[in-house]
């Protein structure tokens, strides 16, 4: 019988594994110990924290006895720096905490390329309460804001900004040839592009840059690559993630970019788990909330040795506001800059007014993957179509007609 469990990490993979295990068994000890010093929140309201819809009392998911009720001993602001296999326990704060099985949702950090002229005050990343807080801060005395980094996340931190302070100017810069290369085509990018703009922000894309430039060691702006300086008096860097798997690292689990688990999300050491960003499964590193949902649940019965399927990759969907734009994408969508898979075809529609577009990714007579911009309308049906692998021949066609509506 199982005595103890710890997990590292408190966000959503931590959070809902813990609670997985408390769900299918009343008895076993569970310790959470988390380096952030405030209880689960979901990122994604970080954003509307900063637009100043939400409050930092409205951040936590679970009350604070909720964490009393469940029996789960949540320990903040505890670090955990070490792992010792051969004994099975983790030092945390000076002592040596002995687990039966160990899980590491340690998650990700922000990525920060190696611009020339860093570390310079006034140059932020968001992945936290209190990056938010500092970030909220600062452009609360900001004129200029430039946001590195022409993502999901970058996009959507510009526009919670330019919200809550409308005399802000925005200026979003995408070394790449055009915004949101891992969920759009040209096409698609080139329409949201041209929304985005309408709303008084600048966009600048195939924007490399090269330099954050300041006076001492305040940032005052960036240069780019092409020899374009861009002044600003705040600059968020949004150029992704990668996998905290330094602790996994030094334990000797096995990691390429992240840490290596199977489909019961065990490592490569049977007493340890892994999951959320920090995981990778089949060559894949999620880096999203409902991969780290999927997994969870999964993983929280086989920690406990009970029975449950094997996890084997999420159907990602996800709808988000892209400055106040509805995107959705779904399934299996090839980031721009990837050449097409063989036997994959891709049928796209766009509406006269040039307000939607949709984009459907079709392989064996089965779609595998959608976009759609500037509607939600069909959302549950293509989202129903993906997942089931529901065969499309009759309507096959007819995607490519704007006006086509699912039944
Ligand atoms: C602003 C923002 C908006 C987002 N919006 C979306 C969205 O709309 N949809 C979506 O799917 N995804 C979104 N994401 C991504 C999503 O939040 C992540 O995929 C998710 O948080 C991953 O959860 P996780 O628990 O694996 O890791 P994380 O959220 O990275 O949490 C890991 C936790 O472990 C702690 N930790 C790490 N090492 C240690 C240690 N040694 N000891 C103790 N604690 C440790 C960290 O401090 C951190 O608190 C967003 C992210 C951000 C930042």
């Not at 951040?59 to 296999?85: A, C, S, T």
């Not at 179509?385 to 529901?390: G, V």
Request: net charge negative.
């Amino acid at each position: 019988m199982l005595v103890r469990v710890i997990v590292i990490g408190n966000n959503v993979a931590g959070t809902t594994v813990a609670k997985g295990m408390r769900d299918a068994d009343s008895r076993v000890e569970i310790d959470i110990y988390s380096e952030e010093d405030f209880p689960y929140y979901p990122r994604p309201r970080l954003i509307h924290y900063l637009e100043g819809t939400v409050t930092e009392k409205d951040l936590p998911f679970y009350p604070m006895d909720w964490y009393q009720k469940n029996q789960l001993g949540l320990h903040l602001g505890h670090r955990v720096e070490r792992i010792d296999r051969h004994e099975m326990s983790v030092l945390v704060h000076g002592a040596w905490e002995p687990y039966d099985k160990l899980v590491l949702a340690t998650g990700s950090s922000a990525y920060v390329p190696l611009f020339t002229g860093l570390p310079k005050a006034g140059v932020f990343t968001l992945k936290t309460l209190a990056d938010a807080r500092m970030i909220k801060n600062r452009a609360s005395r900001s004129k200029h804001i430039i946001v590195i980094g022409g993502g999901l996340l970058g996009l959507e931190t510009g526009r919670a900004l330019c919200n809550a302070f409308p005399e802000l100017h925005i200026t979003i810069l995408e070394s790449g040839e055009h915004l949101l290369m891992r969920q759009l085509d040209h096409e698609g990018a080139d329409m949201l592009q041209t929304w985005i703009r309408r709303t008084g922000a600048e966009v600048l894309v195939k924007a490399d840059t090269k330099e954050v430039f300041g006076e001492g060691d305040v940032a005052k702006g960036v240069l780019l690559k092409d020899g374009n300086r861009i002044e600003g008096d705040m600059i968020v860097i949004s150029a992704g993630t990668r996998p905290n798997v330094q602790l996994a690292k030094e334990a000797g689990l096995k990691v390429n970019r992240g840490i290596v688990v199977d489909g019961s999300l065990r490592t490569s050491d049977p007493d340890i788990f892994a999951l959320g960003d920090a995981a990778e499964f089949n060559g894949q590193v999620w880096a999203m909330i409902p991969p780290a949902l999927d997994e969870a649940k999964v993983a929280a019965l086989r920690i406990l040795n009970m029975e449950s399927p094997d996890y084997n990759g999420t159907i990602l969907s996800n709808t988000l506001k892209v400055l106040g734009f509805d995107l959705t994408s779904i399934g299996m969508v090839r980031p721009a800059h990837e050449p097409p898979e063989q036997g994959v075809e891709e049928i796209r529609a766009v509406s006269p007014d040039g307000s939607v577009y949709k984009k459907f990714v079709i392989k064996d007579g089965k779609m595998i993957g959608a976009i759609l911009l500037g509607t939600k309308r069909e959302v549950v049906k293509v989202t129903k179509l993906i997942k089931e692998q529901t065969p499309i021949d009759d309507i096959k066609d007819r995607l490519g007609d704007p006006l086509f509506a699912f039944s």
